[in-house]
């Protein structure tokens, strides 16, 4: 592979959406920020140069940091933030991983205008497991807020109560026509009749998984979370924050200056929080320039809209989530660890703690709301978690006692779970390197019910099983999928229900551990595992980076 340098400035942008005009953090004053495009094998350098008041950092979301996990970029976890004036270079490999994946901000929410796609092409002169494309354009799905984000998430941590939801969802930074007033910010996306585009979509939204569709077209999906899947067609397609998904669209030669919507909407299990506004794109035909009539004479069929899945549709997350399967080919073989090393069982959820005195708490029933791993809500330290590690010194960092038994196994046809108690501290899992891990993942949520888009840093798991109701030790494991899993680095814990993934420990370092909703990320639904070094050279850690930020 070859080197790639990128120059992130970290500056001001005063950005209009729904008539109102912000100031907002923007790399190189772009909103979305620019696309990272590399191959597979290339090493990635991005100098990122902070120069606001706002502390900064970066993730590259799914790529995996094999060897370079100083590179990860949460704030606090793998590094200290870059503050204003400093800089710092992220610097990586890109191993084994081709397809679409996206880099964020990974600091409070600066995320909400700090994000964009990294693009991963196969290596030079290896073809696409499937029809090569004509065109490939990236969608990336975002919220706007008419007021600051930063000031969204602080009331919140401070009164206990929920985030004021966003004022539109947003494809490549645009809402459209189906909100008021807004449709000169429309994405448009040109098309020829008769080509193969490969749409590579990206869920960069805060708190929504979203349905998307584009009425009169289906969708081949063909890859996600930059793994190759079995290809399979699909009205519709669910995806997660921190998820990515490459669909091919193939346009038909029948519809000559043509326009069609695609549009995106959130998924919520639970009733009544979301709100249920639509951002919408629109797909625009080209005419034809050997056309027989002139452009004139062609009948313009009428604006369609996609009928997109309702609000709670259960049943068709399921489906399409079972629908996902590693490509599993010789050449991209799905490499399922099959005897496992360590199992665990983590309940997910989200609940509420109690109210300080003489503070007023908008949370439920004058409680706050709080979210947590195995009733443990975790507290991001001063200091990075991975320096304490490397250096030997997490006393009064983190302590290495995650609990993780005995746990009281969660009952849904019992008393509801005790998720009002949460305990805070920073407590972490140890694992030996190479490490075959099993980890279920229980859903008990006593509110808010939606799923649950859990991502791990520094590693690709397989989704093995999952289900709904109480995950049964003795029964579950027997059908779980060893064959041909999905692969990725990001998976909804279903409400009311459990996920069982797997995934070898094989790179050194700190990895977070979360739900991609970020007000849970906020709540506290998040922890970190430590993966210690191997015995061999090219098995150990890295010392940090002479320009890594200190706290
Ligand atoms: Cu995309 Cu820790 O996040």
Not at 16 to 45: F, Q
Not at 296 to 321: G, H, V
Not at 489 to 503: D, E, K, L, Q, Y
Request: hydrophobic content about 35%; proline content about 9%; charged content about 15%.
């Amino acid at each position: 592979g070859i080197t790639r340098h990128y120059h992130f400035d970290i500056k001001y942008q005063n950005v209009s959406r729904l008539w109102h005009t912000k100031r907002m953090v923007t790399v190189n004053g772009m909103y979305p920020g620019p696309s990272i495009i590399a191959r597979e094998g290339d090493r990635v350098l991005i100098k990122v140069v902070n120069h606001v008041q706002e502390n900064i950092s970066i993730h590259w979301h799914g790529i995996r940091q094999l060897g370079s996990g100083w590179a990860d970029g949460p704030a606090y976890v793998t590094q200290c933030p870059i503050q204003k004036g400093q800089s710092y270079v992220y610097n990586y490999t890109i191993v084994g991983q081709r397809g679409t994946l996206l880099w964020h901000a990974h600091i409070s929410w600066l995320r909400a205008t700090l994000y964009g796609p990294i693009i991963i092409l196969p290596k030079h002169g290896l073809p696409y497991p499937f029809t090569k494309p004509h065109k490939e354009v990236p969608i990336i799905f975002g919220e706007w807020w008419n007021a600051d984000p930063e000031d969204v998430i602080t009331q919140a941590l401070q009164t206990g109560g929920g985030p004021n939801v966003s004022d539109a969802y947003t494809i490549n930074g645009l809402p459209g026509p189906l909100y008021n007033g807004s449709a000169k910010d429309t994405f448009k996306l040109k098309v020829k009749g008769g080509k193969t585009y490969l749409l590579r979509l990206i869920n960069a939204a805060m708190n929504d998984e979203l349905f998307f569709s584009i009425a009169n077209h289906t969708l081949t999906v063909v890859e996600a979370d930059a793994i190759y899947v079995k290809p399979f067609e699909t009205e519709t397609i669910l995806i997660a924050p921190g998820q990515t998904t490459n669909v091919l669209l193939k346009t038909k030669s029948e519809y000559p200056k043509a326009t069609f919507l695609m549009s995106a909407r959130p998924y919520a299990t639970g009733q009544g929080t979301f709100d249920n506004s639509t951002v919408a794109g629109i797909l625009e035909y080209e005419v034809p320039p050997h056309s027989l009539h002139s452009t004139t004479s062609i009948k313009k069929l009428p604006l369609l809209k996609p009928i997109l899945p309702a609000l709670n549709d259960t049943s068709f997350a399921t489906k399409f989530s079972n629908k996902l399967r590693s490509l599993g080919s010789p050449q991209f073989p799905a490499n399922v660890p099959l005897k496992v090393d360590k199992h665990f069982f983590f309940t997910i959820g989200l609940g509420t703690s109690p109210c300080q005195q003489n503070q007023t708490c908008q949370g439920p029933n004058g409680t706050k709301f709080a979210a947590s791993v195995n009733n443990e809500s975790f507290t991001l330290p001063t200091t990075a978690l991975l320096q304490a590690h490397y250096f030997g010194k997490s006393n009064g960092v983190y302590s290495p006692n995650f609990p993780i038994s005995p746990l009281i196994p969660f009952n849904y046809t019992g008393t509801p779970p005790n998720n009002t108690m949460v305990s805070n501290g920073t407590k972490v899992v140890v694992v030996p390197f190479n490490t075959s891990v099993e980890l279920v993942m229980q859903d008990t949520s006593i509110l808010g019910a939606e799923s649950h888009p859990v991502h791990l840093h520094g590693f690709n798991f397989f989704v093995v099983g999952q289900g709904f109701g109480n995950f049964d030790p003795n029964k579950d494991p027997l059908n779980f999928n060893l064959v041909d899993p999905i692969e990725r680095n990001t998976v909804g814990v279903p409400s009311g229900g459990w996920v069982a993934i797997r995934f070898l420990a094989d790179n050194p370092g700190v990895w977070l551990m979360h739900c991609h909703l970020e007000i849970h990320t906020s709540w506290g639904l998040k922890m970190a595992w430590i993966v210690l070094d191997g015995n061999l050279p090219n098995q150990k850690l890295l010392p940090p980076p002479t320009d890594l930020p200190k706290c």
